[in-house]
Nanobody
Framework: DVQLQASGGGLVQAGGSLRLSCAASGFNFADFSIGWIRQAPGKEREAIAC??????????YYADSVKGRFTISRDNAKNTAYLQMNSLKPEDTAVYYCAKSYFGIAVESLKLYESWGQGTLVTVSS
């Protein structure tokens, strides 16, 4: 079974930082792109970052809303992906999920994600 578990969420003040982790199992982690998706209260899910697998040549995708503030990375030896979030804003408040795509390259569309994990809540206070 493909399993993904996000962790590291919490309460942080505006301007602060958090680092989310995504532990994965049940598939060849290094071969697939891994992304971060968030859902804010009352809003649709938004794909915010994605990092390609080995075959993806280090390809990345960032949504405009997080570009320059968030950085996605991965440790294939640990089957773990990360999302470093800096300069957090109240509008970043959301449940954050990690997900496995169908492909090796970074993807943008939510439709290209095959499996999702349970999310972790990030709350940014003003």
């Amino acid at each position: 079974d493909v399993q993904l578990q996000a962790s590291g969420g919490g309460l942080v003040q505006a301007g602060g930082s958090l680092r989310l982790s995504c532990a994965a199992s049940g598939f060849n982690f290094a071969d697939f792109s891994i992304g971060w998706i968030r859902q804010a209260p009352g809003k649709e899910r938004e794909a915010i970052a994605c990092l390609g697998g080995i075959a993806g040549g280090g390809s990345t995708y960032y949504a405009d809303s997080v570009k320059g503030r968030f950085t996605i990375s991965r440790d294939n030896a640990k089957n773990t992906a990360y999302l470093q979030m800096n300069s957090l804003k109240p509008e970043d408040t959301a449940v954050y999920y990690c997900a496995k795509s169908y492909f090796g390259i970074a993807v943008e569309s939510l439709k290209l994600y095959e499996s999702w994990g349970q999310g972790t809540l990030v709350t940014v206070s003003s």
